[in-house]
C-alpha cells in the first residue's frame, strides 16, 4: 500500500501568515488522486481538496492544493481563525486508500 | 437535512462483537459507494472498508480482513459494519462516510462523514 507522510507535524503560525504543508507519497499516485481534509477538535473530517488541485464545493480560495507522483502541498493563503486545525491527506489512486499522518496548524 | 449518523458503538471485551450502523438521509443513498472510515483516540484516519450502491463490489483494510463484515440496506438507506473477534487495536471513532462519486463512478475519497461512533476494546 502507500504510504503517505506529511511534514511539518506541528506548524506554529499567527493569523493573517501563510502555510504550506506537504505530502509525500511512497510512490506514485495515480491521475494526482490526492485529497485534503481538515478535521477541527470535536469533529469530523471536512474535504478541502481533490484531484491534488481542485477544491471541494464551498471552499474558499485561501485554499489551494498543487503536486503530482509523488510530492503535494496544501497551502493556505492566510490564515484565518478558523483554520487552526489538523489536516490530512489521503491518496485514493491504489487500493487501498491511505491517509497521511496530519499536519496539525496551530496559533502561535 | 444531508447527514449520516451512526450508532451501536460501546465498550465491549476483546474477541467480542458489535454491529454498527448509519443512517442516511438527505441525498439519494443507492447512488452512491459508501465507507467506513475509524480513528483511534488521538490518532489518524484508516479506511477500514467500502462497499459499492448495489452490494456488488465489497473490499476491507487488511488489518480487519476476516473479521469485519460490511453490508447495506438501500431500502432503509442504512450501511452496517459487523465486527467481530475485536482486539484493543480496534479501539476508534468509527466513521460512515459517503464516497463522492455518483453511480456508476467510485471516486474513493469522501465528502460526508457522520460525527461517528466510538468503539472501546477493553477487559
Known amino acids: 500500500e502507500i504510504v503517505l507522510t506529511q511534514s511539518p507535524g506541528t506548524l506554529s503560525l499567527s493569523p493573517g501568515e501563510g502555510a504550506t504543508l506537504s505530502c509525500r507519497a511512497s510512490?506514485?499516485?495515480?491521475?494526482?488522486?490526492l485529497a485534503w481534509y481538515q478535521q477541527k477538535p470535536g469533529q469530523a473530517p471536512r474535504l478541502l481538496i481533490y484531484?491534488?488541485?481542485s477544491r471541494a464545493t464551498g471552499i474558499p480560495d485561501r485554499f489551494s492544493g498543487s503536486g503530482s507522483g509523488t510530492d503535494f502541498t496544501l497551502t493556505i493563503s492566510r490564515l484565518e481563525p478558523e483554520d487552526f486545525a489538523v489536516y490530512y491527506c489521503?491518496?485514493?489512486?491504489?487500493?487501498?486508500?491511505?491517509f497521511g499522518g496530519g499536519t496539525k496548524v496551530e496559533i502561535k | 437535512e444531508v447527514q449520516l449518523v451512526e450508532s451501536g458503538g460501546g465498550l465491549v471485551q476483546p474477541g467480542r462483537s458489535l454491529r454498527l450502523s448509519c443512517a442516511a438521509s438527505?441525498?439519494?443513498?443507492?447512488?452512491?459507494?459508501m465507507h467506513w472510515v475509524r480513528q483511534p483516540p488521538g490518532k489518524g484516519l484508516e479506511w477500514v472498508s467500502g462497499?459499492?450502491?448495489?452490494?456488488?463490489?465489497?473490499g476491507y483494510a487488511e488489518s480487519v480482513q476476516g473479521r469485519f463484515t460490511i453490508s447495506r440496506d438501500n431500502a432503509k438507506n442504512s450501511l452496517y459494519l459487523q465486527v467481530n473477534r475485536l482486539r484493543p487495536e480496534d479501539t476508534a471513532l468509527y466513521y460512515c462516510?459517503?464516497?463522492?462519486?455518483?453511480?456508476?463512478?467510485?471516486?474513493?475519497?469522501?465528502?460526508?462523514w457522520g460525527r461517528g461512533t466510538l468503539v472501546t476494546v477493553s477487559s
Open positions: 462497499i459499492s450502491w448495489d452490494s456488488g463490489s465489497i
Open positions: 438527505g441525498f439519494t443513498f443507492d447512488d452512491y459507494a
Open positions: 510512490q506514485n499516485v495515480g491521475s494526482n488522486s
Open positions: 484531484g491534488a488541485s
Open positions: 462516510v459517503k464516497d463522492s462519486g455518483s453511480w456508476p463512478t467510485l471516486n474513493w475519497y469522501f465528502d460526508l
Open positions: 489521503q491518496q485514493y489512486g491504489s487500493s487501498p486508500p491511505t
